[in-house]
């Protein structure tokens, strides 16, 4: 049997950190609960996974490249409560200090890490997986990079989303969800699409005719194949320069640099050295990650899984028409 390829894990911090301090409750004796919670997923992940590496992104704090080019870009979002805002500023070099390769993109997101790291990874002859809460990475899916994706309830809840899985999941192709997202638009992020593309529909379009692009020409040329896919009043609605500008301004926006600095995987590689985890974890409080440490530190030898765990994203044969379990929580 052939060796597999060395496996990247890449996490985006501040999706899991804004989820576990959701998922939370601070007492008297918990002030760094969402900290915590991330160290409890990577822990785990790396424990299920068995990465040869791992790379954690974050926002840049400071300044949005995105907001910049878009003044209304996540402009409708409430101010982070003040605890979350001292716990993602506190993180980075918490990871830092324990010895995990975490990156900072100056103007950038942690999508754009993702991103990133993904390309560097496939580059390097290395597989990943991207550990998130959202399906921005969706677009990042290719027989390399896998998205591991984190649902209500957990951990326990996620699902290894693949090429087939994101075709079952959302009717198209990775190389079309991009287009696919912005037809619909994300509310999110303040990223209005376009009236009447709902998923369905902006499946429909992308089956038909490929892309985007490919249906602005059959517009420019009469419309009739965007017509037969999406019917007359989605055609004209997509006809309107309107909504051209938008499904191009959101393109532009939802795209992910590919070519941010990434530290050579080598430098990323684990196992971590267990005193200097557990010195660097105390800072945030008593926490204890059991049998999860030995993944991280090889305290212990813990074989890689022979199937993949958390279990590949399919529909059962069964219900192809009907939403899985707990689906409408991926969205």
């Known amino acids: 049997m052939p060796t597999p390829s060395p496996l990247l894990l890449v996490l985006d911090?501040?999706?899991?950190?804004?989820?576990?301090?959701?998922?939370?409750a601070p007492d008297a004796?918990?002030?760094a609960w969402a900290l915590r919670g991330f160290a409890r997923y990577a822990a785990r992940a790396v424990s299920r996974l068995r990465p040869d590496a791992i790379v954690v992104g974050f926002d840049c704090p400071e300044h949005s490249t995105r907001r910049a080019d878009f003044a209304g870009y996540k402009a409708h979002r409430p101010p982070?409560?003040?605890?979350?805002?001292t716990q993602l500023a506190a993180a980075p070099?918490?990871?830092?200090?324990?010895?995990?390769c975490t990156v900072v993109p100056g103007g950038y997101e942690a999508d754009d890490v993702l991103a990133s790291a993904a390309a560097h990874a496939r580059r390097s002859g290395w597989r990943s997986i991207l550990m998130t809460s959202d399906r921005d990475a969706f677009a990042l899916i290719d027989e390399h990079t896998s998205v591991l994706r984190i649902r209500n309830g957990g951990f326990?809840?996620?699902?290894?989303?693949?090429?087939?899985?994101?075709?079952?999941?959302?009717?198209?192709?990775p190389w079309q969800y991009?287009?696919?997202?912005?037809?619909?638009?994300?509310?999110?992020?303040?990223?209005?699409?376009?009236?009447?593309?709902?998923?369905?529909?902006?499946?429909?379009?992308?089956?038909?005719?490929?892309?985007?692009?490919?249906?602005?020409?059959?517009?420019d040329a009469g419309g009739h194949a965007v017509r037969d896919a999406v019917g007359a009043p989605c055609a004209d609605r997509l006809a309107d320069p309107a909504s051209r500008a938008a499904v191009d301004r959101n393109r532009r926006l939802m795209r992910m640099r590919?070519?941010?600095?990434?530290?050579?995987?080598?430098?990323?590689r684990l196992p971590l050295a267990s005193a200097v985890v557990?010195?660097?974890?105390?800072?945030?409080?008593?926490?204890?990650?059991g049998p999860a440490l030995w993944s991280l530190t090889a305290g212990r030898t813990v074989p890689r899984p022979t199937e993949p765990h958390p279990p590949v994203f399919r529909r059962p044969q069964r219900h192809r028409r009907e939403p899985t379990p707990g689906q409408m929580s991926l969205f």
């Open 13 to 24: 911090g501040n999706s899991l950190i804004h989820r576990t301090y959701h998922a939370g």
């Open 29 to 31: 004796e918990q002030d």
């Open 80 to 85: 982070k409560p003040g605890e979350l805002v």
């Open 93 to 100: 070099g918490l990871l830092r200090a324990a010895g995990l």
């Open 156 to 173: 326990d809840e996620a699902v290894l989303i693949d090429p087939a899985g994101l075709h079952e999941l959302c009717g198209v192709h």
């Open 178 to 219: 991009l287009d696919y997202a912005a037809l619909r638009g994300d509310p999110s992020d303040n990223l209005p699409g376009v009236r009447g593309f709902g998923a369905a529909t902006s499946a429909r379009l992308l089956n038909a005719l490929g892309t985007v692009d490919a249906a602005y020409a059959d517009l």
């Open 258 to 268: 590919t070519d941010l600095p990434i530290p050579a995987l080598d430098g990323a």
């Open 278 to 289: 557990r010195a660097a974890l105390a800072a945030v409080g008593p926490l204890t990650l």
